[in-house]
T-cell receptor
Framework: DVKVTQSSRYLVKRTGEKVFLECVQD?????MFWYRQDPGLGLRLIYF???????EKGDIPEGYSVSREKKERFSLILESASTNQTSMYLC????????????FGDGTRLSIL | AQRVTQPEKLLSVFKGAPVELKCNYS??????LFWYVQYSRQRLQLLLR??SRESIKGFTADLNKGETSFHLKKPFAQEEDSAMYYC??????????FGTGTRLTVIP
């Protein structure tokens, strides 16, 4: 069974802080994703990575960056956190091959004060 | 541009009644569609994909290219079906584009 682990379930930070959200998967998946989940807006893709050191912008990359130094780890970085980045953040991974589903972590509920 | 529309934010049905969660899409390519479900305090997980033509937990979904729809149906709703449901459209090799979700409540 695929396991996608996000380092924190809940996180509270202050405006202007640099915030790191970590995600690790144990299935040697090439593809990893960061979404934010907001009521009424569904899931929106922030960034994804299809290989080590490779990254692509999603639909809402502004204010975020990512790092993929190792295959199993995909980090989301808020360079200078703002209150509008308060949200639930979901990490997902997916293997290659047709119609492979995305496997999600439990999510990190981030509050920026 | 691609779009996934789930017109109902909230849907309530009685236990044993039929349920249909609507999903319409807009995409110029060949669509590949999925339904994901998130039960209370659980992670988001795949429910079914159109390409498999499967029935999972009594749910089915048929891709109707003429109506650009992928509605999720179950003939007899159960209390344990209460959850948040997301329709998703795969665009390109990696992107999944999600709808805004429908929260289903099954009333005992």
């Amino acid at each position: 069974d695929v396991k996608v682990t996000q380092s924190s379930r809940y996180l509270v930070k202050r405006t202007g802080e640099k915030v790191f959200l970590e995600c690790v998967q144990d299935m040697d998946h090439e593809n990893m994703f960061w979404y934010r989940q907001d009521p009424g807006l569904g899931l929106r893709l922030i960034y994804f990575s299809y290989d080590v050191k490779m990254k692509e912008k999603g639909d809402i990359p502004e204010g975020y960056s990512v790092s993929r130094e190792k295959k199993e780890r995909f980090s989301l970085i808020l360079e200078s956190a703002s209150t509008n980045q308060t949200s639930m953040y979901l990490c997902a991974s997916r293997g290659t091959g047709e119609s492979q589903p995305q496997h999600f972590g439990d999510g990190t509920r981030l509050s920026i004060l | 541009a691609q779009r996934v529309t789930q017109p109902e934010k909230l849907l309530s049905v009685f236990k044993g009644a039929p349920v249909e969660l609507k999903c319409n899409y807009s995409y110029s390519g060949s669509p590949e569609l999925f339904w994901y479900v998130q039960y209370s305090r659980q992670r988001l997980q795949l429910l079914l994909r159109h390409i498999s033509r499967e029935s999972i937990k009594g749910f089915t979904a048929d891709l109707n290219k003429g109506e650009t729809s992928f509605h999720l149906k179950k003939p007899f709703a159960q209390e344990e079906d209460s959850a948040m449901y997301y329709c998703a459209l795969k665009t390109g090799a990696n992107n999944l584009f999600f709808g805004t979700g429908t929260r289903l409540t099954v009333i005992p």
